[in-house]
């Protein structure tokens, strides 16, 4: 094979490898948030059921819990975004 | 024998009759109208498809027209070659027959709604009959819910999720009649996407009307507002849940009765098949559709 | 580069072969839960057991929604005639990637469908009268927690359908990355639905309990249910939207 070829072949499997990583990290990242934020809210459920009467701060703290545990997903998703755009 | 047969006799000579008819005429179709050679009123001929063109038949009949390079593709549309002509036109070569029947199915099933609907009207009395009685029986079920999640004073409501409900569960049910050239019409992408694209408009617009321009496009900026895209792309994809749901429910039903029936040669199965997938899932799905954008809705508009 | 045909039905069985294999094994854990808890409950409530059993066979069928999501695939896989006119390297990929997604796809919505299933039929067996609030509760929740499946049945077809079957300037560089390109988008819907699927159903599963003992505040309750699960769902769209883009835009 000349060098240019090589070249080529070598950016293609470069880039294959990227959408690759993007793939799997958005796909993995997506597993801990998921069923970390809907343990929140089961629990949260439980709570509203138990007193009713606090519903509005319920629903406020899980929010806050969530916002916070999603944000590992939302790192996936920019790393994820930087590896298809950006290579 | 006594008047009501029970259901166990009425399977058993239903098997024995399947069991004949396989017997003797296994790998042969029915065919009825009038054969072109021998002028025949009915008359049975041998199978030639494979499974692969039948269900290229069934579900694609515009891409088996184009594979088989079929002289008049009109007679797969059941209809004339004046009306087949016009959808050429409209849609072009690659979907005429689909939307062919789409578009009868829906003409069918709304005349029925209608003409069902002024039939009750016009005999409804204070001792319901047995029809008004069902139809009663299902507009109190989902007034009920729509009082439950929406509120007493939202009761207006009722009137769409009834008719959406029986619109999806007589559509899902058409797939009971044996007649060819008839299917469901929720087996088209089509009328599942414009359902939900119904129901989930009317949710935006209730919102606005409710919450004022403003806090409707704030809402779209929580927490923050560079994530307003993924706020979007999340209220497509209700669209997209919603009506895949239902769409994917109703296709994979057909194709497996499609294939599990030709597997076996259209003896006894096809019918347990269209008893869980048509009958079962089928009233499910209908009333999954109504009750998610029924709660949809009353995430919106109730406080 | 087109492909021969019999290199062409191994991406094609494959993909078949996964797909319904890997649903069927969690829909089946999924079903055979809510069962056990059945049996269970009509223990604890014989007199209780026809409605136990009508909800039981009713969870059953949406559970299995998914794994009939994913026969379907098979099929389209099996029969659908993507032998015929020759594939090249990447849709042959792209056809194994629909496999994929739709069998691991399916496996946390199944499992968690399964779990709100258990729930909902454990609150019956403590409280009966209230049997049609939960079975409707139950429906919503399995329905929110199929999102999941939903989305990877939209990207299957996309990848069975709008994926071109030989490239216009076909060169091996762009072939490996769009192969690469394709897979992934299977494996990522097919991984990312699993944690918002779970999730959502252990959501579903402790509201439907939750009904079952305060069955007055159903309303708050649904509404919680709700909102939370809409959280947690919002990690598998951006694996849809990861999907999206490595199919339309690699």
């Given at each position: 094979m000349d060098p240019n070829t090589t070249q080529i072949l070598a950016k293609g499997i470069a880039q294959g490898a990227a959408f690759l990583g993007a793939g799997i990290c958005m796909g993995i990242g997506a597993l801990g948030p998921g069923v970390g934020e809907g343990y929140t809210a089961g629990k949260a459920c439980e709570g509203v059921a138990r007193s009713p009467e606090q519903a509005g701060l319920i629903t406020r703290t899980m929010l806050i819990g969530q916002a916070v545990s999603e944000s590992t997903g939302i790192y996936s998703l920019v790393i994820a975004l930087l590896l298809i755009f950006t290579t | 024998m006594s008047k009501k047969m029970s259901l166990k006799t009425i399977l058993l000579i239903f098997f024995v009759v399947e069991l004949i008819i396989a017997f003797f005429f296994l790998g042969k179709t029915l065919h009825f109208g009038s054969q072109k050679d021998t002028g025949k009123k009915i008359w049975f001929e041998e199978k030639t498809e494979t499974m692969n063109q039948e269900i290229d038949f069934d579900i694609q009949p515009d891409l088996y027209v184009k594979k088989n390079n079929v002289d008049e593709p009109w007679e797969f549309t059941y209809g004339s070659k004046w009306l087949y002509g016009k959808f050429v036109k409209m849609?072009?070569?690659?979907?005429a027959i689909l939307n062919f029947r789409l578009w009868r199915m829906l003409l069918y099933l709304d005349i029925f709604i209608i003409l069902v609907a002024a039939f009750i009207r016009a005999k409804?009395?204070?001792?319901?009959?047995k029809i008004q009685l069902i139809f009663e029986m299902i507009y109190g079920f989902i007034d009920d819910l729509v009082i439950e999640t929406l509120g007493e004073n939202r009761k207006h409501f009722t009137q769409f999720f009834f008719t959406i409900f029986l619109f999806i569960w007589l559509s899902n049910w058409?797939?009971?009649?044996?007649?060819?050239?008839?299917?469901?019409?929720?087996?088209?992408?089509n009328v599942p996407l414009g359902l939900g694209f119904m129901s989930i408009a009317l949710v935006h617009f209730m919102s606005l009307r409710k919450r004022g321009i403003v806090d409707y496009v704030k809402?779209?900026?929580?927490?923050?507002?560079?994530?307003a895209p993924l706020n979007i792309v999340g209220e497509v994809s209700k669209v997209i849940s919603i009506s895949f749901r239902l769409f994917g429910n109703i296709f994979g039903g057909a194709i497996i009765t499609l294939v599990v029936s030709s597997l076996t040669h259209y003896v006894i199965v096809p019918v347990g098949l269209n008893m869980f997938f048509t009958m079962f899932a089928g009233t499910i799905q209908a009333f999954v559709f109504t009750m998610l954008s029924l709660t949809y809705l009353s995430m919106e508009i109730v406080d | 580069m087109v492909l021969e045909a019999d290199i062409l039905k191994v991406f094609l069985y494959t993909g078949a072969a996964l797909s319904t294999g890997i649903a069927s094994l969690s829909a089946g854990f999924g079903e055979g839960y809510a069962a056990a808890h059945t049996a269970r409950s009509i223990m604890r409530q014989p007199n209780a057991s026809s409605v136990l059993t009508r909800t039981m066979l009713i969870s059953q069928a949406v559970v299995e929604s998914g794994a009939i999501f994913a026969l379907v695939i098979s099929m389209l896989l099996l029969f659908g005639g993507f032998t015929q006119g020759g594939a090249d390297w990447a849709k042959a990929f792209s056809l194994l990637g629909a496999g994929l997604a739709i069998g691991l796809g399916c496996t946390g919505p199944n499992f968690g469908s399964g779990y709100s299933a258990a729930r909902a039929i454990e609150g019956i067996g403590r409280n009966p009268s209230k049997s049609g609030r939960i079975t409707a509760n139950m429906l919503i929740g399995q329905a929110i927690t199929e999102s999941g499946t939903i989305f990877a049945l939209v990207v299957s077809l996309l990848l069975l359908?709008?994926?071109?079957?030989?490239?216009?300037e076909p060169s091996l560089a762009k072939m490996i990355m769009k192969a690469c390109a394709y897979i992934t988008a299977g494996i990522v819907i097919g991984i990312g639905t699993f944690g918002p699927g779970t999730g959502i159903g252990y959501v579903a599963g402790k509201a439907n309990i939750s009904i079952s003992k305060h069955s007055k505040d159903q309303g708050v309750i649904t509404r919680t249910m709700f909102l939370g699960a809409a959280v947690s769902e919002s990690t598998a769209i951006y694996a849809l939207v990861i999907s999206f883009l490595l199919i339309f835009v690699s």
């Open positions: - | 849609f072009g070569d690659g979907s409804s009395s204070k001792l319901p009959s058409t797939a009971l009649l044996p007649i060819p050239g008839i299917s469901e019409p929720t087996r088209n992408l809402g779209f900026c929580e927490p923050i507002f560079i994530m | 359908y709008t994926v071109p079957a030989q490239m216009s």
